[in-house]
């Protein structure tokens, strides 16, 4: 029924939702401060694994950690190809995530 309407699962939802945030956080001049410190680009010297890279952060517990928002966001940042963690343009950017997650999550 979902590909019948062309809708995302709530899952998928929730990872797009996920992955708009970080979008905005890292490129929207006019995004909220707080939320702009949650994420951080990797500072390397070698683009071997891309660009736009998130730093990923150590986490402290397993349910504070590992299953928080913020951990979870940079991976699925992190696992998108480099070309859509490139794009500059928002409608662009939920274009690509939403052909991306059909193929993928």
């Not at 001049?29 to 890279?53: A, Q, V």
């Not at 951990?71 to 190809?81: G, M, Q, R, T, V």
Request: glycine residues 2%; proline residues 3%; positive net charge.
């Amino acid at each position: 029924m979902l590909e019948k309407a062309e809708t995302a699962s709530l899952y998928n939802g929730r990872i797009q939702n996920m992955l708009i945030v970080v979008f905005k956080s890292l490129f929207v001049s006019t995004y909220p401060k707080y939320l702009k410190e949650l994420f951080s680009l990797r500072n390397s010297k070698y683009l071997l694994r891309g660009k736009n890279i998130l730093t990923l952060p150590e986490p402290r517990t397993t349910s504070y950690g590992l299953e928080s928002i913020k951990y979870e966001a940079i991976k699925f940042w992190n696992s998108l190809s480099d070309n859509i963690r490139t794009t500059m343009s928002l409608k662009d950017f939920k274009k690509a995530i939403k052909n991306h997650q059909r193929l993928v999550f």
